[in-house]
Structure formats: C-alpha cells, structure tokens
Nanobody, 124 residues
C-alpha cells in the first residue's frame, strides 16, 4: 500500500498549485482521502478530506474558499487545488487514506495510510 504525493513547489503569494495523491497497492474507491500539512515548528494540521464516494468534502477553516479537494477513482488519484496561496500555507503537505470512514463522510483524523509528503513554499 503506497500513497505518492506530488505537485509541491515554490510559488509567489496569490499563486496556485495542484497537489496529487496517487494510490497504489489498493483500490482507493473505498477509502476516504485526507490532506494534512506540517509547517516547521508547528503541529500537523488537517487541511481537507473527501469521502470515498466523492460526495462529501470538508475543509479546515484556514483554507476554506481557497482550496478544493477532488478525486478520480478511475485513476486512483486525489487532488488538492490550492488557489490564493499565502506565505502561511508554506508546509510539507501529506495525503492520507483510510477505509473506516463511511462512504459519504470523512474527517481530519484517524488515517491509516500516509504518503511521504510534498513541500509547498509560498514566498511573499
């Protein structure tokens, strides 16, 4: 079971990035997917999650209205579109998956499988 996060990079404030989370070794159709981030010296923060059926999406307060989560189960891939980036969005972003959430729900805790992280740096 592997999750591969990609798409991070350096962007100016106000810019956009799209992160991808590719799953392998399991069928992600039954897994909720969450995005988390951890900035240097700070605790890990839940950013967003999407239910296994894609119907339910949840966002942390700090990213509401700027970030959009989506998934393509045919490609076993989830995405995080990040618009209006701010310097405080700078962090290593991780994707995670879990099968215990019901198909139409997800939360920002209790994930079993984690990717390796991708660094997002937003310059002011």
């Amino acid at each position: 079971v592997q999750l591969q996060a990609s798409g991070g990079g350096l962007v100016q404030a106000g810019g956009s990035l799209r992160l991808s989370c590719a799953a392998s070794g399991f069928t992600s159709d039954y897994h909720a997917v969450g995005w988390f981030r951890q900035a240097p010296g700070k605790e890990r923060e839940g950013v967003s999650c999407i239910s296994s059926n894609g119907d339910y999406k949840h966002y942390g307060d700090s990213v509401k209205g700027r970030f959009t989560i989506s998934r393509d189960n045919a490609k076993n891939t989830a995405y995080l579109q990040m618009n209006g980036l701010k310097p405080e969005d700078t962090a290593v972003y991780y994707c995670a998956a879990d099968v215990t959430w019901s198909p139409g729900y997800c939360g920002l805790y209790n994930y079993d499988y984690w990717g390796q992280g991708t660094l997002v740096t937003v310059s002011s």
